[in-house]
């Protein structure tokens, strides 16, 4: 079984700086994706960020990248230049790789308050 | 455009009811879920199935149950409303060969 571990249930960060959400994971397995998801108060679920992990480089979308560590099972997320509208919850999330499906095992979220 | 949606967006229940929450995507996707948000526990797997006729329990699967009789909809059903079912309970899709799922917008179950 995969577990996710989100260590810090809530973060702030001033707006324009620089924030880091981390993320651990537990598997067996060798070819999975990580994401990260971001839950704003609409409840929505929203995809931030896909990493592969038989890629060595890390994954970015703008002002969101990742920090992967496959041999220390680490998957951050670091955000620059926060903004207002990244307030969220944000959500670390697990999938094995196969052709049968594609479940989530989700970690237990961090709550990122960002001040102006 | 494609889409998930779920129905109601918010119910309140007695305890001991039966409740049915209905999931419908049009994306045509195999894979359906069902996930229970609560507080510190993130997302946790109720039902999922790969196609119709297919039905899978998860990891928190005790006293939920799921059909799937055609591609578009996969209803939960809470047999007998318990307290502890309180809870936003989110609708997923996906296509075995896309690497993303794609979420409704959660319904909020309270049970009184």
């Known amino acids: 079984a995969q577990t996710v571990t989100q260590s810090q249930p809530e973060m702030s960060v001033q707006e324009a700086e620089t924030v880091t959400l981390s993320c651990t994971y537990d598997?067996?397995?060798?070819?999975?994706?990580l994401f990260w998801y971001k839950q704003p108060p609409s409840r929505q679920m929203i995809l931030v960020i896909r990493q592969e992990a038989y890629k060595q480089q890390n994954a970015t979308e703008n002002r969101f990248s990742v920090n992967f560590q496959k041999a220390a099972k680490s998957f951050s997320l670091k955000i620059s230049d926060s903004q207002l509208g990244d307030t969220a919850m944000y959500f670390c999330a697990f999938m094995i790789r196969n052709n049968a499906g594609n479940m989530l095992t989700f970690g237990g979220g961090t709550r990122l308050m960002v001040k102006p | 455009d494609a889409e998930i949606t779920q129905s109601p967006r918010h119910k309140i229940t007695e305890t001991g009811r039966q409740v049915t929450l209905a999931c419908h995507q049009t994306?045509?996707?195999?894979?359906m879920f069902w996930y229970r948000q609560d507080l510190g526990h993130g997302l946790r797997l109720i039902h999922y199935?790969?196609?119709?006729?297919?039905?899978n329990k998860g990891e928190v699967s005790d006293g939920y149950s799921v059909s799937r009789s055609n591609t578009e909809d996969l209803p939960l059903t809470l047999e007998s409303a318990a307290s502890s079912q309180t809870s936003v309970y989110f609708c997923a899709s996906s296509e075995s060969s896309v690497k993303e799922a794609f979420f409704g917008q959660g319904t909020r179950l309270t049970v009184v």
């Open positions: 598997t067996s397995e060798n070819n999975y994706y």
């Open positions: 199935s790969y196609g119709v006729h297919d039905t």
């Open positions: 994306w045509n996707h195999n894979n």
